[in-house]
């Protein structure tokens, strides 16, 4: 089948298997041009494995310090009439360039929010591993199914506190317009933190510990956005921010039930960036076309692979790595300083429909995106024929 981007709203409903093989390429050309310390992790979990920032770690642990990894992720095989997910696409390539290298590589396509899924990676572990030193937790999902209680929970993106009106940007009619935003109610807060927040990180250690499956000194972090006033009213202080919030708890909590292990639980936060979750949010679209407008000026954008990178060498695997008053590792800094921000604020009052493109990256936004799906990449001929039908092995 020939295969063209189909967008919906914020999504593409659909992605090519050669593109997105093309993107990983790419990530572990990249990782392998860096001369990264031999002192990395050997055996890593990557729970959200597939796509954006949890396919960066995984790329990053096995090119750049010869890791095995595990991965679990949540995708959808192809058939004959429909293409898999980006994330299927991706796993499938990672798994081959892995096994070109010799390097170990397996994943769990299913919730990782279930108890199920926990079980068949401590078993697989048990199997093929022995034990983990590193696990990553890079999960980004509208809804969770309590496996206690067999709830199902879902995140909101709304304000706290009272309504916020704002600019934003739509990606499918490709026009900026004001949002008026109406605040969250209590229990959507409180199923936002159920969803996004720290807890499933906390039972996937926990279960992990119990399971004997983790080394002594083992590291864990968990992925955040903390962001500066312009996205805070959407992000920081609004419902996904709450949950983040709760990360900073879970961490300690980690660290504390496995303190005869001795793990080393941290939040990182990271930098905005076109991914499926981020396209998702209202404002960021906006927000991250302007800010990659800005710092590909200052000579400062980094995608997941870059920011992935130096969180290994500089913050995980450093010998004192510095963090934040409140334990975690700070990888943003180069957006939300206080110059960087200046210089976006301007364009975010003055962003309009009539000069948004001229004031923002909107070809780099709208490529990134594109590049997600494995559409728009150089070297891929997207008119030639080519089999949907991918598996892993
Ligand atoms: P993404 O949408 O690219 O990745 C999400 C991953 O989670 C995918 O591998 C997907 O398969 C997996 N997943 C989702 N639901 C699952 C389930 N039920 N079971 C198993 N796997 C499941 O998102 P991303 O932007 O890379 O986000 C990863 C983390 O990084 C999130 O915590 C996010 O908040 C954080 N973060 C993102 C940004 C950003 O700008 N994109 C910035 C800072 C931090």
Redesign the pocket.
Known sequence: MVIKPKVRGFICTNAHPVGCAKSVENQIAYVESQSLEQTGPKNVLV?????????ASRITSAFGYGANTLG????KAPNERKTGTA?FYNTAAFHEQAQAKGLYAKSIN????SDEIKQQTIDLIKQDLGQIDLVIY????PR?TDPETGEVYKSTLKPVGSAYTTKTYDTDKDMVHEVNLEPANEDEIAQTVKV?GGEDWERWMSQLGAAGVLSENCKTT????IGKELTWPIYGQATIGKA?EDLDRAAKAIMSELSSLAVQANVS?????V????SAIPVMPLYISLIYKVMKQEGTHQG?IEQIVGLFDQRLYAASPPTDDMNRYRMDGIETNEATQAKIKVLWDKVSQDNFHELSDYAGYHSDFLNLFGFAFEGVDYEVDVDPIVHWS
């Open positions: 729970i959200g494995c597939s796509t954006g920032y949890g396919l679990i992720c949540f995708e994330g299913g919730d990782a929010f890079s999960l980004a999902s969770r996004m968990a992925y955040t956005y983040k936060s990271l930098k905005a960036l991914t499926q979750a981020s997941c």
